[in-house]
C-alpha cells in the first residue's frame, strides 16, 4: 500500500471514529494502525485499528471498518500464559456481521470477499448494531464484516497478542513484514 492510500484509508477511518463519537487524542490518531494483513486489498479485506491499553490482563481498542470491508477468519489459540485471547465486541456505529463457529445461517446476510472464499468456514451468524455485544471465547473461529455505512466496534479482550492470532487463510502476514 502506498503512503496516499494509507493516508486516505487513515482519514475514512477517522471519519467513522468521529461518527460513532469516539474522541481520540492526536496522539491516538497518529498511531492509527491500518492492517492489509498482508494481501494488499485494504477495501475488502483489512482492518484498522487503536489500542488503548494492552497489558498482561486486559486490552481496550477501537476497530474501524470500511463500508463492506472485512476482518478475515482466525482465531486466538491457546497460549503459555492462558487458553487464548476471549473478547467482546460492542458495536459502536453502522452493522457489523459476525461470522463465529456453530450452525451455519440459512439466508447469510454477507459473504467473504470475492476469490477468497475458500478461506472462510464458519457462517454461524451475528448481527450487531450499535449497543450490542456479543463475546468470542478463545479458540474460536470468527471473521467480521461491515455493512454499507461502515463500522465502528470497541473491543474489550483478555491480552491482545495478534502474531500469535492463526489465520485460516495462509497467505496472511497479521503483522507487517
Given at each position: 500500500m502506498?503512503l496516499q492510500e494509507?493516508?486516505?484509508?487513515k482519514?475514512k477511518?477517522l471519519?467513522?471514529?468521529?461518527k460513532?463519537?469516539?474522541?481520540?487524542?492526536?496522539?491516538?490518531k497518529?498511531?492509527?494502525?491500518?492492517a492489509?494483513?498482508?494481501?494488499?486489498?485494504?477495501?475488502d479485506t483489512?482492518?484498522?485499528?487503536?489500542?488503548?491499553?494492552?497489558?498482561?490482563?486486559v486490552?481496550?481498542?477501537?476497530?474501524?471498518?470500511?463500508?463492506?470491508q472485512?476482518?478475515p477468519?482466525?482465531k486466538?489459540?491457546?497460549?503459555?500464559?492462558?487458553?487464548?485471547?476471549?473478547?467482546?465486541?460492542?458495536?459502536?456505529?453502522?452493522t457489523v456481521?459476525l461470522y463465529?463457529?456453530g450452525?451455519?445461517?440459512?439466508?447469510?446476510?454477507?459473504n467473504?470477499?470475492?476469490?477468497?472464499?475458500e478461506?472462510?468456514?464458519?457462517f454461524?451468524?451475528?448481527?450487531?448494531?450499535?449497543g450490542?455485544?456479543?463475546?468470542i471465547?478463545?479458540?474460536?473461529l470468527h471473521w467480521?464484516?461491515?455493512?454499507?455505512?461502515?463500522?465502528v466496534?470497541?473491543?474489550?479482550?483478555?491480552?491482545?497478542?495478534?502474531?500469535s492470532?492463526?489465520?485460516?487463510?495462509?497467505?496472511?502476514?497479521?503483522?507487517p513484514?
Amino acid at each position: 500500500m502506498n503512503l496516499q492510500e494509507l493516508e486516505r484509508v487513515k482519514d475514512k477511518s477517522l471519519e467513522l471514529f468521529d461518527k460513532a463519537n469516539i474522541i481520540l487524542t492526536e496522539e491516538e490518531k497518529n498511531g492509527l494502525e491500518v492492517a492489509d494483513f498482508g494481501l494488499n486489498k485494504i477495501e475488502d479485506t483489512g482492518l484498522q485499528l487503536i489500542t488503548y491499553v494492552n497489558t498482561d490482563l486486559v486490552c481496550a481498542k477501537e476497530l474501524a471498518l470500511l463500508p463492506y470491508q472485512t476482518c478475515p477468519e482466525h482465531k486466538h489459540p491457546k497460549r503459555d500464559f492462558d487458553e487464548g485471547k476471549e473478547e467482546t465486541f460492542r458495536c459502536r456505529y453502522g452493522t457489523v456481521y459476525l461470522y463465529v463457529e456453530g450452525e451455519e445461517a440459512k439466508n447469510r446476510t454477507m459473504n467473504p470477499p470475492q476469490g477468497d472464499e475458500e478461506y472462510y468456514t464458519v457462517f454461524n451468524e451475528i448481527i450487531l448494531q450499535p449497543g450490542e455485544q456479543y463475546t468470542i471465547y478463545p479458540n474460536t473461529l470468527h471473521w467480521f464484516k461491515a455493512g454499507s455505512e461502515g463500522a465502528v466496534v470497541s473491543e474489550f479482550s483478555t491480552r491482545s497478542t495478534d502474531e500469535s492470532d492463526v489465520f485460516t487463510d495462509p497467505r496472511i502476514k497479521r503483522i507487517p513484514e
